[in-house]
């Protein structure tokens, strides 16, 4: 199909300049003029003038008459002339264009070229240069581009795209007519549709295209070239300028944002360095240019206001994008929770986040989760004396009216003391609420893994006993470095250990086998951690303690 529009100004200036051919051979005479203050191929529309440069030309005689010919859309043609004497035959010719030629024509081209005239007849003529003003503007086309729906700032998200694909209509255009041919196409007729305007009710109203889903998907991560031509026009064929639409896939899962200054989700309000908390949105899955990321901060205690914020990402998406939040909505909002969150929009659709809930100051609700895998711990049915730091916590109420009482919904998973330590037991979630002295409770969950236990199983069993009866209680035999790292634990602050946990002196078996029918056994009550380990033979009875087993650690 065709796809050649000539705009208005370009048939005139076709014309004008098939005239100098005709009459001079069919061609231009000589190489067109320079401009030598053009710049990235344009000229800047601020200039207070310019120079036109005529660099010397075949033939160049004294008595030639050079002309310069400055054709502009807006401020119209300036013409100018130099005499070509004895001094000057040598040199090339210069124009002085003022910045009244040229300002006006921002955006649009100006075309320039030289004449040579003898004996007041122009006799040769040069070719002509187009001169950008500026940034250009298109000429408007004769027929619109297609209009997809979906499309929002020059994004089509793909989860816009209903399966039956996506509407597209060509406006109405002057000289819409029966019997012309409407095409739509993207790239170039990589793949193009058209309609037949065969009656006079479709004349005067929008033409419209389904374009199938499956042609859009095929574009995905690319920007694609839309484009509108008519045949059967009353001038002929007739395009539409070139419309550029990025495809883009749905938005991936959005992560939760980060705060830097906090630990994990608290902030402390002292710790805050400057004006502003920093709260970090980090690149989700297919993020892409032209995504817009709104942020809010929203406070529990209603003061101040929400806090949003817009960002557009760049053509260098992957990277951080960092909102600064003014102080305050964190100094005033101590004790007390504010819900961080964003949504992604992304040609007509937006994606939502999940919240993260930062919680202010030292808030007494704000959930604990405690992850004990990457520590060698393993408890009992009871705590150790001495318990170590990174299995306690520090959870002071310092709400309403001293003094405090302090429960665990369930021991099991984590018990609290009268002073606010919180000590995890087993892996789990727990309530654990704080009662002051005017009967006001306030609670928090906390919810620990990595956390292994040792629970007592038999007073006597063989090594294959032992197995059995772990098996049945759902747990299994500790190895040698289980009941090493539980009699760390405990050992020397609780004392010999499996007199400190109620049960007899001598030793437990673990499931290491040694081979030829021995075992290892441990003695919790022994004083030394490598030397508390003994063989003995797998017919020998001995006492069985079992450990949750590592699928129930998380």
């Not at 602050?493 to 002196?505: F, I, R, T």
Request: hydrophobic share 40%.
């Amino acid at each position: 199909m065709a796809t050649t529009k000539t705009s208005a100004r370009r048939a005139t200036a076709a014309a004008a300049l098939t005239g100098y051919s005709a009459s001079l051979g069919g061609r231009a005479d000589h190489p067109p003029p320079e401009i030598p203050d053009m710049h990235n191929g344009m000229l800047d529309p601020g200039l207070p003038r310019t120079i036109v440069k005529v660099p010397n030309y075949a033939g160049k005689a004294v008595g030639d008459q050079v002309g310069l010919v400055w054709d502009a859309p807006e401020s119209g043609k300036y013409t100018d002339s130099f005499p070509i004497s004895e001094p000057s035959l040598n040199d090339p010719v210069e124009f002085r264009v003022q910045g009244t030629q040229i300002r006006p024509n921002e955006g649009r081209a100006v075309l320039v070229h030289f004449t040579v005239s003898r004996g007041g007849v122009i006799v040769e003529t040069s070719d002509v240069v187009s001169v950008p003003i500026g940034e250009q503007i298109p000429e408007p086309g004769d027929v619109e581009p297609p209009a997809i729906e979906g499309v929002a700032g020059g994004v089509l998200n793909l989860a816009d795209v209903p399966d039956s694909g996506a509407i597209a209509t060509v406006a109405p255009y002057a000289g819409m007519a029966v019997g012309q041919i409407v095409f739509i196409d993207i790239n170039d007729s990589d793949w193009e549709a058209f309609v037949i305007i065969s009656n006079a009710g479709q004349v005067g109203q929008p033409v419209s295209f389904t374009i199938p889903k499956s042609a859009l998907q095929k574009y995905s991560g690319t920007t694609i070239t839309l484009g509108t031509v008519v045949t059967g026009h009353e001038n002929g064929t007739i395009e539409s300028n070139p419309l550029q639409v990025r495809v883009l896939e749905p938005v991936g899962e959005l992560p939760l944002v980060s705060v830097p200054g906090a630990i994990g989700n608290s902030l402390l309000p002292e710790d805050i360095v400057g004006d502003f908390v920093e709260v970090v949105v980090a690149p989700y899955p297919g993020i892409a240019e032209g995504d817009k990321i709104t942020f809010r901060w929203v406070n529990a205690s209603g003061t101040p206001a929400p806090f949003q914020q817009e960002v557009t990402v760049s053509g260098t998406p992957q990277r951080d994008y960092v909102f600064e939040v003014p102080r305050n909505h964190a100094d005033l909002n101590k004790e007390k929770s504010a819900s961080l969150s964003y949504i992604v929009t992304r040609g007509t659709t937006q994606s939502q986040s999940e919240a993260f809930v930062l919680w202010i100051g030292e808030a007494f609700e704000a959930p604990l989760t405690v992850d004990l895998s990457r520590f060698r711990y393993i408890v009992g049915e009871k705590p150790p004396v001495a318990v170590p730091d990174y299995a306690q916590f520090k959870r002071e109420a310092k709400f309403g009216t001293a003094p405090y009482n302090y429960v665990s919904a369930d021991e099991s998973v984590a018990s609290i003391d009268s002073a606010g330590v919180v000590t995890p037991m087993g892996n789990g979630a727990a309530q654990i609420s704080a009662t002051d002295s005017r009967n006001e409770t306030r609670s928090f969950t906390i919810t620990v893994s990595g956390l292994k236990t040792i629970y007592f199983v038999s007073p006597s069993a063989n090594f294959a006993g032992a197995a059995a009866a772990c098996a049945a209680a759902g747990l299994d035999v500790p190895t040698v470095d289980d009941l090493k790292a539980f009699w760390v634990t405990y050992f020397p602050s609780s004392g010999p250990v499996a007199q400190y946990m109620d049960w007899l002196s001598y030793p437990f078996w673990t499931g290491t086998a040694i081979g030829a029918g021995t075992a290892y056994a441990y003695d919790l009550n022994g004083p030394d951690e490598q030397q508390n380990v003994k063989g003995r033979n797998e017919a020998d009875y001995l006492q069985v303690v079992g450990v949750t087993p590592s699928s129930a650690n998380t």
